[in-house]
């Protein structure tokens, strides 16, 4: 209880400062800014591609094939007597073209795998479930699946897959994990007040970080329209990291939504610059 009202009195008092940010906006959406110390880092895309990637046939069930990419930067050591797709990292080495029987029996593992890795912090089975609505259990049941298959420990409070692994999930299955940092994104923006006080802290923090690691979607810019503004705090760093994606995204629902955001930012900018 004490930590929800502090997630309440959080959202209230930086409503408070600023319910009025966007009252005569002609799109119809509020604002409100906090001062928030635990402030993401910019954006930085993880990862360059790798020398073959696998990526998705089909963004709905998650099949996957290889493609030709070029190696822009080393960051694992190869072991070229083997696939291509194995290499060692942090001691260890993984297979990830390994993963493709696995999903002939459980076509959702890469979308569960993907997120579980996408989240900043290290998410529990149920979290993941919520974000992808799956079955707790079934996540469970994948979760322990790619634990098996690296033959590492997994907490389903707290899942956390080996760093070597999640880095080659960066470099050899940069669309899935495009989707998976977008369902992330979908689940801040639509649950940001719906959500368990853990979560809403999540979500406030986060959202923009997510949003500019996603693969562009109408899904995603919809979820952006219709972000409540008015129940979140939102930052400088935020709006602009929100921005930059919608103007690289090439999504003809993204451009109305360059405009709001840019209003947006500039009446925050405003605000912020008369309370000094």
């Not at 080996?162 to 639509?190: E, K, N, T």
Request: contains cysteine; aromatic residues 8%; charged residues 20%.
């Amino acid at each position: 209880m004490a930590h929800l009202s502090r997630s309440l009195r959080r959202i209230k008092q930086g409503f408070s400062r600023t319910r009025n940010l966007f009252a005569c906006a002609d799109f119809g959406a509020n604002a409100t800014n906090s001062a928030n110390d635990d402030v993401p880092p910019p954006v930085e895309y993880k990862e360059p591609r790798p020398e073959r990637t696998l990526q998705m046939d089909n963004p709905s069930d998650y099949t996957i094939h290889v493609a030709e990419e070029p190696l822009s930067q080393p960051f694992v050591v190869w072991e070229h007597g083997g696939s291509v797709n194995n290499y060692t990292a942090d001691g260890q080495s993984f297979d990830v073209q390994g993963l493709r029987p696995l999903t002939e029996n459980q076509p959702k593992l890469l979308r569960i795998v993907g997120v579980a890795i996408a989240f900043r912090d290290p998410p529990s089975v149920l979290r993941i479930s919520q974000v992808l609505s799956l079955p707790e259990e079934e996540v469970r049941r994948s979760v322990r699946t790619i634990a098996n298959h690296l033959h590492t420990l997994v907490d389903f409070t707290k899942v956390e897959l080996p760093a070597g692994f999640v880095s080659q999930m960066y470099r050899s299955c940069l669309q899935i994990m495009g989707a998976a940092h977008g369902d992330i994104a979908c689940w801040c923006l639509q649950g940001a007040m719906k959500l368990l006080p853990r979560d809403i802290d999540y979500a406030l923090s986060y959202w923009a970080w997510q949003v500019s690691q996603a693969t562009p979607s109408v899904k995603l810019t919809r979820a952006l329209e219709e972000f409540p503004f008015v129940l979140c705090s939102v930052r400088q760093s935020q709006l602009s990291d929100v921005i930059h994606w919608l103007k690289d995204c090439n999504l003809p629902e993204a451009a109305p939504l360059v405009e709001q955001y840019e209003h947006r930012l500039n009446i925050l900018a405003e605000l912020l610059s008369s309370e000094r």
